[in-house]
């Protein structure tokens, strides 16, 4: 559960705000109830002040039973626990708590010790210094006690009674405690409301965070892991439903384009095993058939001689021969497709190509109302090809595109610009030596076709061969030994056993060493030895950059090719023209492109129709 | 030594050996067979045949092998390979490695009778050579009479290159004369394709015999020659200038000029 990225992020969101929250209320509750407090106190020594000039009237004329009734009078309100006055010896002289009145109070008393704390009591005490926060018992609520002092002043020793004399400083003490159980109250309560309001913002937050990780983070991701593993079981035509401008869909676009891009290469690729496959089938199938074949023609056609005199076998004879000649042309095409010759290629102008391919068709097209609109980049540079396979393709094309028009015609669109695309994955290396200059090309072994690089591995006493892809970037290699490769190992030329080792560098990926290939002319191609990993460098071809290739697009707006279709338009023998075809047309069409070192692939729409992408080299590797 | 039959066929198919020997019966030839190999050798070795007839691909080793075999031991035997598998590679080989003729499976019966025709007259006219120069003409070597700078595919076809992307085609000396008396040519028409190896022409004679020429070179027609159309007699003539076929631009020069024969060479 917590695995989940968005349960993570959910986590992380609600304690950052717990954190914020829990530090906001601590604060807010503290200045809260200090200001409830210093309210408390103001009002305590207001009060204190209050009581002292109600009674000081009383006091000079000494009229003691006022006094303590006032005092009582204050002491029955809410809120004040007890009002008293003590005289300078600590004497309680009035009290609204009337038992207490004539006893003496304790010095280390918490109401006291504000003066007495040091030997020689103060005389005089500052505001702040006069109220004091206590507990009478640990379990009983707060309570504020105030303690003004009452000082000598020239009407007291000038009274009457003369109970005070004139040197004295202070003459007693009024104290007031205050019960603080209602401030308290309201503290919990604020504090109560904080916690609440806590807890629902951190619920609310938490919430709709989570509500839009999911909509936004662990849909989206949930999808493209679904679509990841759609494509490692081989379905590489899933693509994501991504239709929005941030990183996720942007992603998702990348991960449909990057699907798109394998199943094409991955097509190609299975489209070139299959054509060898079916090209060695088609010349054995050819060989079999031509064996019988012969028999029945050369007894057909040696009766049809004999029997010279009588026209009734004739006839019949003849149907014989001609159609075991027709069978002997079917399978010399079934030969030749398999054949596929190698191309013959020359420098020319593609335009003038498929101007050629069109001026073929011209008048079959026009008949079929099709019109052909060409748009092609100027100043196109002139391409290394084979004019007549390539006119054969176009011309295939046009015809394919005629057939899918529906009877009231249409337009197809014939463009071409020039493109620069990446050499990774397409240059091969076609020659490479030792640095004895013996060659390392086996062309014994082909990987993809092409003779691969061999090298001589020597490890741990044994030795083998490994064969490495011949293709920059593609990493097809083969390491067919009996043995791990350790670290002792030793990579030589098989001819003359140099190492070819490159002695200074190591694999930046693995840290294996690395082979260095001399290429004739063009630099050296270095490759890791280890077959885990997949680094590979050729300096000569990486600063040569991007290549240049012709793109073409024929576009039809014909009826399309259905999905089900489309990844098998390009196999020997499959037509969905029924009876008109004989379903080679596109596959000659991709063996030549691919003859070509160029890409074929098509993109198409039912009722809309077919776009076929045609991207040619400009130059050919020699 | 009895008397040899005319022509050994070797194939491992009884059907097409039952198939030959019935056809050249038409012919009047004596047909010798074998199955494999092997048995072809012992029978070469044994005795001379005129003409060999033999398959290109054995369960025990490829006709080429015969070719090697006469031109190591220097025998006269005119070797014609045949194959279900024709290719452009077999039929080009086979008559560069000294073969006569090739004749792609399967075969009609007017095809193959022609190719034998074609044989015993050659064959004929070496005899005559060799009568008439007994001493000059040493082994088994006949000279055809091909002009310098000329190149040809066998004893058939010859192609000429007048300047870089431009090559004339026709048909050797030697095999006119192997002919009867060419009544039609059937030619290809301009802009057409033609492989090097496969029938580019069709010589139709007296007896309703046809007769095949391999081109010698692959390339794409811009020119036929209309005269030799109109007069066939032509080609008999002057086989090497005005009877020339067709101008092509040639699709492969450098690779395919490799199969050629040049005048120069002193081989068949």
Redesign the interface.
């Known amino acids: 559960m917590f695995n989940q990225i968005g349960v993570r992020l959910i986590f992380v969101v609600a304690l950052t705000s717990l954190i914020i929250i829990g530090v906001f209320a601590y604060f807010n509750i503290k200045s809260q109830s200090s200001s409830l407090l210093s309210e408390v106190e103001r009002n305590a020594n207001q009060l204190g002040e209050t009581v002292i000039s109600s009674t000081r009237y009383d006091m000079l004329l000494n009229q003691r039973e006022r006094i303590q009734q006032v005092i009582t009078t204050i002491g029955e309100q809410p809120g004040i626990r007890n009002v008293r006055i003590l005289n300078k010896v600590g004497i309680i002289i009035y009290s609204s708590d009337t038992t207490s009145i004539n006893k003496m109070v304790d010095k280390k008393a918490e109401s006291c010790y504000v003066c007495h704390a040091a030997n020689q009591p103060l005389e005089k005490i500052s505001i702040t210094e006069r109220t004091r926060i206590y507990r009478l018992h640990p379990d009983s609520s707060r309570v504020l006690g105030i303690i003004i002092p009452i000082y000598n002043e020239k009407s007291c020793w000038q009274a009457e009674c003369h109970a005070h004399p004139k040197n004295q400083k202070v003459l007693g003490v009024l104290d007031v405690t205050i019960s603080l159980a209602e401030v308290d109250k309201r503290i919990v309560k604020s504090e109560l409301d904080i916690v609440i309001f806590a807890i629902v913002a951190i619920i609310a937050v938490g919430f709709s965070i989570g509500l839009f990780i999911k909509k936004w983070v662990s849909k989206p991701v949930k999808n493209l892991l679904y679509a990841t593993k759609q494509v490692s079981e081989g379905n590489l035509n899933y693509s994501i439903n991504a239709s929005g401008k941030d990183e996720i869909s942007k992603l998702g676009m990348s991960f449909n384009n990057m699907t798109k891009k394998l199943s094409e290469a991955r097509m190609q690729l299975f489209q070139t095993d299959k054509m060898a496959s079916l090209g060695r089938l088609a ?1 054995g199938v ?14 057909s ?2 009766l ?2 004999r029997t010279k005199d009588n026209p009734e076998f004739q006839e019949d004879l003849k149907v014989i ?1 001609r159609e ?2 027709r069978s ?1 042309e079917i399978v ?1 095409s079934l ?1 030749d497709f398999a ?1 596929q010759s ?1 191309p ?1 290629k020359n420098e020319a102008d593609l335009v003038e190509i498929i101007d050629k391919a069109i001026a073929v068709l011209d008048k079959q097209l026009s008949l079929k109302k099709i019109k052909i609109i060409k748009q092609f980049d100027t100043n196109l540079p002139k391409i290394t090809i ?1 004019s ?1 396979q390539i006119e054969q393709v176009f011309i295939n094309l046009f015809v394919n595109a005629a057939d899918a028009m529906e009877k009231n015609g249409g337009n197809i669109i014939v463009s071409a610009q020039q493109l620069s695309l990446s050499p990774f994955g397409i240059i091969q290396v076609k020659k490479a030596t030792c640095r004895k200059r013996h060659s390392l090309i086996d062309n014994e072994y082909k990987i993809d076709g092409l003779p691969a690089l061999k090298v001589k591995v020597i490890s741990g006493g044994k030795e083998g061969i490994i064969h490495l892809d011949p293709v920059y970037g593609k990493h097809h290699n083969f390491f067919d030994l009996d043995f791990s490769i350790g670290k002792d190992a030793k990579f030589v030329c098989p001819e003359c056993n140099t190492s070819i080792v490159n002695p200074d560098k190591v694999c930046p990926i693995c840290g294996l060493p690395i082979l260095d290939f001399e290429v004739e002319g063009q630099g050296i191609y270095e490759v890791c030895s280890s077959v885990n990993s997949n680094w590979e460098k050729w300096d000569f071809v990486d600063s040569t950059g991007l290549r240049p290739y012709i793109e073409v697009k024929v576009k039809d707006t014909g009826i399309g090719i259905s999905k089900e279709d489309l990844p098998n338009i390009f196999d020997p023998f499959f037509s969905t023209k029924g009876q008109k075809g004989n379903g080679l047309g596109l596959a000659v069409i991709w063996g030549i492109i691919d003859n070509h070192n160029g890409t074929i692939t098509v993109d198409s729409e039912l009722n809309k129709g077919t776009t076929f992408t045609i991207r040619l080299p400009l130059t050919q590797q020699r | 030594m009895k008397k040899n039959a005319d022509i050994l066929v070797i194939d491992d198919e009884q059907v097409i050996i039952d198939a030959v020997v019935k056809i050249c019966a038409l012919d009047n030839y004596s047909v010798d067979t074998a199955l494999t190999m092997k048995t072809g050798f012992e029978k070469i070795s044994k005795s001379n045949y005129p003409i060999i007839l033999s398959d290109i691909m054995m369960p025990d080793g490829d006709g080429f092998e015969i070719l090697d075999e006469i031109r190591n031991k220097n025998i006269a035997s005119l070797v014609i390979m045949m194959s279900g598998y024709s290719t452009v590679e077999n039929a080009v080989n086979s008559l560069y490695k000294g073969a006569l003729d090739f004749i792609p499976k399967p075969f009609t019966v007017d095809e193959l009778l022609s190719s034998l025709f074609r044989a015993k007259n050659y064959q004929a006219i070496r005899e005559k050579q060799k009568q008439a120069y007994p001493k000059k003409f040493n082994g088994e070597v006949l000279y055809v009479t091909c002009p310098s700078k000329y190149a040809r595919l066998g004893y058939s076809a010859w192609m000429f290159q007048e300047r870089e992307g431009s090559v004339l085609i026709g048909v050797c000396d030697l095999f006119v004369k192997t002919v009867d008396q060419i009544q039609e040519i059937e030619l290809f028409n301009h802009d057409d394709e033609i492989a090097q190896g496969i029938s580019c022409a069709t010589f139709k004679c007296s007896n309703d015999r046809s007769h095949k020429i391999l081109a010698p070179l692959s390339g794409r027609i811009v020119e036929v020659n209309d005269k030799i159309k109109n007069n066939p007699n032509l080609i008999e003539k002057d086989p090497y200038f005005e009877g020339w076929l067709y101008r092509i631009i040639p699709a492969n020069f450098d690779y395919e000029t490799k199969y050629l024969i040049t005048s120069s060479s002193e081989k068949l």
């Not at chain 1, 050819?286 to 007894?299: C, D």
């Open positions: 010349a050819a060989h079999e058939i031509n064996n019988p074949l012969t028999g029945v023609l050369t007894y056609s040696f049809l001689k021969v075991t000649i002997r010399k030969l054949r190698v013959k084979d007549n």
